[in-house]
């Protein structure tokens, strides 16, 4: 299951290499990721144990960028399942709930996002990128920093 709900993700990574990897200010990007990301944590932790059973974090991840060449992006992750008696479309719910914590004035949705979609998407001024998605019993929290030289 895990190695499905992570391939909720990927319909937006193509948006995310073009549009995430510009200049930024490296510190800043990386205070907003760390920031968002734990809030969406501290959100999903606190759904009821009846809904979301369990919510992991993996360690940060670092990967290489398309584009612009030589650059690489910081990759943070979490995972929920729900718990067995939940209905699975409250990971609709759950995913829905934490994009509208996501604040308008920051985070714009990426273009290609369709509101009924399992992957939704946001990016930030900065160039920082949040996905949720919901694939079946799970939801995936997903912060992308922008792309920087390695």
Do not use: H, K, Y
């Not at 995972?79 to 759950?94: H, K, M, Q, W």
Request: with cysteine; hydrophobic share 45%.
């Amino acid at each position: 299951m895990r190695a499905r709900s992570g391939l909720a993700a990927v319909p937006l990574l193509a948006v995310l290499v073009l549009t995430a990897c510009s200049s930024v200010d490296a510190d800043a990007a990386d205070r907003r990721m760390n920031e968002v990301f734990d809030d969406l944590v501290a959100q999903a932790s606190a759904v009821d144990p009846q809904v979301l059973r369990t919510l992991e974090t993996a360690a940060p991840r670092t990967q290489a960028c398309s584009r612009p060449a030589d650059t690489e992006q910081v990759v943070l992750t979490a995972t929920g399942v729900l718990a067995v008696a939940a209905d699975v479309s409250e990971a609709d719910g759950v995913r829905d709930d934490l994009g509208e914590s996501l604040d308008p004035e920051v985070w714009r949705p990426l273009a290609d996002a369709d509101p009924g979609a399992e992957s939704q998407g946001w990016i930030s001024e900065d160039g920082v990128t949040v996905t949720l998605a919901s694939d079946g019993p799970a939801v995936v929290i997903a912060v992308f920093s922008p792309c920087l030289p390695g």
